[in-house]
């Protein structure tokens, strides 16, 4: 028999809110795996050698407009109140991203108040347009700024991310960022946004501290644990069978051994660089949209407010096709309906075992944050009822 009623894999927001739900409501003993040296998965922040606090997996700013998502953290951390504004690189100019009426008449000038009352128009205020359906405009004034709007922030942006044109994936990512109908320059609109207070490995800590939860950092989980698809007794722990709940929240092909083949993923390459001087660039994000290799520039201290320290630190990003090489970290799911129809292979697979998939990589899904920890709670609550 075994310690625990469950075992999570994985200590990002997926794997850390499903124990402690499992824990805190179920009473349930569970045992927290990851293969990391750390807790907080790619949301996990830590002091560099100059004291900066820094995101290790790229910047993470919180959002939500879910009031139960906001409260459930909030139990964790307290918020730093961060109006999270983004501007591209064109040419000398830095204009707002998303493209919204403030950057209509960066660009055109004395001819933006009456594109933007077409823009207005045709879409209403205060709409959110994706680039993909602006461009489908028969009007020539308004082809005009979605062709602007393509060329200057999408295009190069989108091949450098996903190496492929914007037509060629799936339109909710693009979507993501629409043309904007307001002169609200924030890069989100939600109701809740703001970073930790502390940061993100902070609000893990306590997410994480609770009696009936233990966590064991450095294991792979397959080093632990057997699974053993299409057989009555699945999951073997430490040799026997395991009976509890097994959540799993890492690439599930990966877990299988690629059996039916990889499945794709975009991953990057994080460059970081101090400067011995209090400012880099004039917005915590500047996408470069046009030219470089590296698709943005984030400056740490605007996000986490440590704007009183001296010296600052800032990270480059450049995307790269996963190849599943030593080191490399899969970031993102490349969502098509041949990669999805190769997923649900691994789905039927897991389920099999008695899986439980939850998370990014292990449902293969775009969550933002929110998303993961509203789908958690879910999830919690369902493996509860069991
Ligand atoms: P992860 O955080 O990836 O956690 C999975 C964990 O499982 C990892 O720690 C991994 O080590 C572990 N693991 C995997 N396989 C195994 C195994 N076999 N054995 C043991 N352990 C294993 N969201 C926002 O809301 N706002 C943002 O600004 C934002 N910015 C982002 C920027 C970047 C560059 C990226 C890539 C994502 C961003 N996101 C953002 C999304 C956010 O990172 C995710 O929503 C969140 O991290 C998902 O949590 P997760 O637990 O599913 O996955
Ligand atoms: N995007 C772009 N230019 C930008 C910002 C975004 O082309 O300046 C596109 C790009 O394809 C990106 C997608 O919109 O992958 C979603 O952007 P978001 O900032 O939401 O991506 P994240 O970094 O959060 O994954």
């Not at 397959?222 to 722990?237: K, N, Q, R, V």
Request: proline share 4%; charged share 30%; hydrophobic share 35%.
């Amino acid at each position: 028999m075994s310690d625990y009623d469950s075992i999570v894999i994985g200590a990002g927001f997926a794997g850390a809110v499903v124990a402690r739900e499992l824990a805190e409501r179920g009473g349930e003993q569970v045992l927290v795996l990851d293969e990391r040296d750390h807790i907080g998965g790619n949301c996990y922040d830590a002091a560099d050698k100059h004291g900066i606090l820094i995101h290790c997996y790229g910047p993470h700013i919180f959002h939500t407009n879910i009031e139960r998502v906001y409260k459930y953290l909030s139990r964790f951390t307290e918020w730093f109140d961060y109006r999270h504004e983004v501007v591209a690189k064109v040419g000398d100019k830095e204009i707002p991203v998303p493209f919204n009426l403030n950057t209509l008449k960066m660009v055109f000038g004395s001819e933006a108040d009456e594109l933007a009352d077409l823009l207005i128009e045709r879409f209403g205020a205060d709409a959110r347009v994706p680039i993909l359906e602006l461009k489908k405009a028969d009007d020539p004034r308004l082809k005009k700024i979605a062709d602007y709007v393509y060329q200057n922030i999408f295009l190069k942006y989108t091949m450098k991310q996903w190496g492929k044109s914007p037509e060629e994936i799936d339109p909710a990512v693009s979507g993501r960022v629409p043309v904007v109908l307001s002169k609200d320059d924030r890069y989100f609109q939600d109701t809740y946004q703001g970073m930790p207070r502390d940061g993100y490995t902070a609000l893990f800590e306590k997410l994480l501290d609770h009696p009936g939860i233990r966590v064991k950092l450095g294991t792979n989980a397959s080093d632990l644990l057997e699974f053993a698809p299409g057989t009555i007794t699945p999951i073997y722990w430490r040799g026997e069978v395991f009976e509890g709940k097994v959540i799993f929240t890492g690439a599930i092909d990966e877990l299988f051994d690629c059996r039916y083949g990889r499945l794709p993923y975009r991953s990057l390459r994080f460059d970081f660089e101090y400067f011995d001087r209090d400012v880099f660039q004039s917005h915590g994000v500047v996408n470069y949209t046009v030219s470089e290799d590296f698709t943005r520039i984030t400056e740490f201290k605007y996000l986490t407010g440590e704007t009183d320290k001296s010296g600052t630190t800032i990270v480059r990003e450049y995307p790269f096709a996963y190849t599943g090489a030593e080191g490399e970290i899969p970031y993102y799911a490349i969502n098509n309906a041949e990669n999805d129809a190769l997923y649900e292979k691994y789905k039927k697979l897991a389920s099999e075992c008695g899986l439980t998939l939850l998370g990014r990589l292990a449902e293969y899904k775009y969550y933002n944050i929110d998303a993961i920890v509203d789908r958690a709670l879910d999830v919690a609550l369902e493996l509860m009822d069991e």
